[in-house]
């Protein structure tokens, strides 16, 4: 059975929170014309350890309840901003000061952007 995209997405998200990641944006580039995959999912975590935290707990959760693996895992060696690549998912998880200062949100603005709330 393949996972959809959306599941997958929800499992990223899932897993996030599972480690206190804050901040997450999941940006739907299923509309966009030409989109290198069909969901970003941005979000930040307060330091080094808790980002590469957040993108341990993405990888396990995913693997497990998905069977899925990443294609491609950068940034983990000094883990302020790492992406993960799932072909139709990708996924940056940031340091706070990393994230404000690339802000790739914005270079989407046509698509839509779910903001989803911490759960602190």
Known sequence: MTNTSKQLADKIVEAIQEKK????????LDSIEGAICRYFIVCQ????????AIADS???????????????VIGLENAVWVAMDYTDVMVHVFVPE?????????LWSDAEITEIADLD
């Open 21 to 28: 990641g804050s901040r997450i944006s999941v940006i739907d």
């Open 98 to 106: 990393m994230r404000d200062y690339y802000s790739i949100e914005t």
């Open 58 to 72: 993405v990888s396990d959760m995913v693997r497990e309840d998905l069977g899925e693996k990443p294609v491609k």
């Open 45 to 52: 975590g307060n330091s080094p350890m808790q980002v590469e």
